[in-house]
């Protein structure tokens, strides 16, 4: 699967990060960086079914669970064409973006990490994860306890305020104050490197589980 070539390949697009470089070396991009990344999806996609038949697992060059190599520079100041990263998404079959509920894994030279969660969630689902943080805590707090338990953290952007609604003396202030919530994982290159890398994600995400059905069933989606 992933190798130090994986890796180097990256670095180098670190480096050389221009349309040309990229076209002149497309065969060692499939080679080293897709072809590995559609492998590992493949081998994942029976265990990610077995923690929920609601998550996809799709090896497929376009329009799966791999993520475009190409950024999307249209908003942005910074114009440089394409991703450094691996990123593969085992999205929620009714999600239609990187902002549906779903487990992640990032594969960079600076960084490595396990995602679960949802990032950036919609106004709807936002009034919704609240909603439900307020209405069912013990969940929450059970959610959040097993995946401290299995060194996560959670992470992402939040509002200073309390948002409208909820009083600033409210036990679950922190999280109800969160625009995501996703929990994360560092891993190291040498446990991308491992054989039993799969084997290590699905472990991982198992201990994410009780989060991803509580934001599921926040937003009155099936897991």
């Known amino acids: 699967m992933f190798s130090e070539r994986t890796f180097e390949f990256l670095q180098q697009l670190e480096t050389h990060n221009s349309r040309d470089w990229f076209k002149q070396h497309q065969v060692d991009y499939e080679a080293q960086v897709r072809a590995p990344a559609l492998s590992f999806i493949s081998d994942m996609a029976p265990g990610i079914q077995a923690l929920s038949p609601r998550l ?3 090896p497929r060059k376009v329009g799966g669970s791999m993520m475009r190599p190409q950024r999307d520079t249209r908003f942005s100041a910074d114009k440089r064409p394409y991703k ?3 990123g593969i998404q085992f999205r929620h079959f009714q999600g239609k973006d990187v902002h549906a509920p779903g487990l992640y894994v990032h594969i960079a030279p600076d960084e490595c990490f396990l995602g679960a969660g949802i990032w950036h969630p919609d106004a709807g689902a936002l009034r ?3 909603q439900c943080l307020d209405e069912n805590p ?4 059970t959610a959040v306890a097993a995946l401290k338990a299995a060194g996560f953290a959670l992470d992402g952007d939040s509002l200073i305020r309390p948002p409208k609604g ?4 409210h ?3 922190v999280d109800l104050k969160r625009k995501d919530f996703i929990a994360v994982l560092p891993v190291t290159r040498e446990q991308v490197l ?3 890398f799969c084997t290590f994600c699905l472990t991982k995400f198992n201990a994410v589980s009780q989060l991803m059905a509580y934001l599921c069933f926040a937003m ?3 897991y």
């Open 194 to 196: 491992n054989h039993d």
């Open 171 to 173: 036990p679950l202030l």
């Open 56 to 58: 996809t697992a799709v």
């Open 166 to 169: 909820f009083d600033a003396s």
């Open 220 to 222: 009155d989606l099936d």
């Open 128 to 130: 919704a994860i609240r």
């Open 138 to 141: 013990r969940g929450w707090n």
């Open 84 to 86: 450094t990263n691996i």
